[in-house]
């Protein structure tokens, strides 16, 4: 049964598999960024306990996306199982050296995923890949300007109440223009 299927997907077996790991660890960074809004909200930063719940929502579209395009491509997508989220973060500023640290590690995958498609041969996948590797321009550059509000302000005082508001409001801009 599973050489037929094999037989329906211009998929090599290894960029199935790189797919689907990347539709894990989609997964578990919405899962991360869940329960990194769990620990913002617990500790009075309600702004940014919204702005990671929304990370959380968006990781979990990345993760369709690809889920869909294994699917439609005639694959075997796979449902990921995941375990193991951290539940507790040391400070409000870890939670997002975290955050950048996630981001940093999946342009990363998505990059030696192209470099195994260019390898294969896979100009379709590759192609596939593009909105990702674009997408990740932005998802580094709100999680490095949201950690850089921690320098910019400062904690002492009201500092991280005014870091807290200011979080959902930093917008990614492609142009110069506006
Ligand atoms: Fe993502
Ligand atoms: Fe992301």
Excluded at 23 to 31: D, G, L, N, P
Excluded at 49 to 64: N, V
Excluded at 111 to 122: I, S, Y
Excluded at 123 to 130: E, G, I
Aim: charged share 35%; hydrophobic share 40%; aromatic share 12%.
């Amino acid at each position: 049964m599973k050489d037929l299927l094999r037989l329906r997907t211009s998929l090599t077996e290894e960029i199935e598999k790189v797919l689907n790991d990347q539709i894990k660890m989609e997964a578990e960074a919405s899962a991360m960024y869940l329960a990194m809004s769990s620990w913002c909200d617990r500790n009075g930063f309600d702004f940014s306990a919204g702005y990671f719940k929304k990370q959380s929502d968006e990781e979990r579209e990345h993760m369709l996306r690809l889920f869909k395009f294994v699917s439609d491509m005639g694959g075997r997508a796979v449902s990921p199982d995941i375990s193991g989220i951290q539940i507790e973060f040391e400070t409000f500023k870890s939670v997002f050296e975290q955050a950048l640290q996630q981001e940093i590690a999946v342009t990363q995958s998505f990059n030696r995923m192209a470099d195994k498609c260019m390898k294969a041969k896979d100009f379709v996948t590759f192609t596939f890949l593009q909105w990702f590797l674009k997408e990740q321009i932005e998802e580094e550059y709100v999680a490095r300007r949201a950690l850089e509000l921690f320098e910019i302000i400062g904690e002492e005082g009201t500092g991280q109440y005014e870091i807290d508001k200011r979080v959902p409001k930093i917008k990614y801009e492609d142009t110069y223009e506006d």
